[in-house]
C-alpha cells in the first residue's frame, strides 16, 4: 500500500526558511487520486491545514499561510516538497505530509516530523 | 472558512461504555463531507468515518458516524482499551482551506 515518509531538518533558526520533503512509496504519485498534503500540528493551534498540490499544476494553499507557502512536486523521485519562509517560533510543530482523496479526505498519512524554531 | 466545535473536550468513560462525540459546524458542510479522525499519542491521525458515515477500510463496526447539514456525531458502541484516544472531526465539504476541530480526548 502506498506509505508516506517525510525528511528534513529538525530544528531551523528563525527568519530562515523550513524546508521539508514527503517520498512517496507503493504506489503512483501522479496517478491523479490524491491532492499531496501538508498538515501542522502544534499545542496551541491543533491541526491547521497547510496547503496541496495536484496533478503537478494545481496549487492551494491555506491564506493564514499563502504568503509564506512553496509547495512543489518531483513526479521522477515521487517526492513532493513544503517550503515555509520567514520561519516563527509559532511556527514550531509536528508537519505530516498527507494525501487527500476527494471522498476519502486524507486517508494516508506520513508519521510526521518534529520541526522546532530556535537560535 | 468552516469553523469546526467539537464537544465535549474530554469525556470519561470506561471500557464496554458508550461514546457519544458532537462536531458542529459553523455552516453547512456541502454534500456532508465530513471526515472523523482517531489519533494516539506520537502517531498520526487514523482516518475512521468519511462523507458523515461510511467507514474507512478496516474501520471495526462499533465505529459510526452519523448527522448532516452542521451537526454530526461520533458514536463508539463499546468502548475497547484501544479506544481511548483523542478525535478530531475536518471538513472538506467546500473550497480549502480545510478545517478540524479542536479534538475530544476519550479518557478512562
Known amino acids: ?119 | 472558512e468552516i469553523v469546526l466545535t467539537q464537544s465535549p473536550d474530554t469525556l470519561s468513560l470506561s471500557p464496554g461504555e458508550r461514546a457519544t462525540l458532537s462536531c458542529r459546524a459553523s455552516q453547512s458542510i456541502s454534500s456532508n463531507y465530513l471526515a472523523w479522525y482517531q489519533q494516539k499519542p506520537g502517531q498520526p491521525p487514523r482516518l475512521l468515518i468519511y462523507a458523515a458515515s461510511n467507514r474507512a477500510t478496516g474501520i471495526p463496526d462499533r465505529f459510526t458516524g452519523s448527522g448532516s447539514g452542521a451537526d454530526f456525531t461520533l458514536t463508539i458502541s463499546r468502548l475497547e482499551p484501544e479506544d481511548f484516544a483523542v478525535y478530531y472531526c475536518q471538513q472538506y465539504g467546500s473550497s480549502p482551506p480545510y478545517t478540524f476541530g479542536q479534538g475530544t480526548k476519550l479518557a478512562i
Open chain 1, 1 to 119: 500500500q502506498v506509505q508516506l515518509q517525510e525528511s528534513g531538518p529538525g530544528l531551523v533558526k528563525p527568519s530562515q526558511t523550513l524546508s521539508l520533503t514527503c517520498t512517496v512509496s507503493g504506489g503512483s504519485i501522479s496517478g491523479g487520486d490524491y491532492y499531496w498534503s501538508w498538515i501542522r500540528q502544534s499545542p496551541g493551534k491543533g491541526l491547521e491545514w497547510i496547503g496541496y498540490i495536484y496533478n503537478s499544476g494545481t496549487l492551494y494553499y491555506n491564506p493564514s499561510l499563502r504568503s509564506r507557502v512553496t509547495i512543489s512536486i518531483d513526479t521522477a523521485e515521487k517526492r513532493f516538497s513544503l517550503k515555509l519562509n520567514s520561519v516563527a517560533a509559532a511556527d514550531s510543530a509536528v508537519y505530516y505530509c498527507a494525501g487527500f482523496h476527494w471522498l476519502r479526505a486524507f486517508d494516508l498519512w506520513g508519521l510526521g516530523t518534529l520541526v522546532t524554531v530556535s537560535s
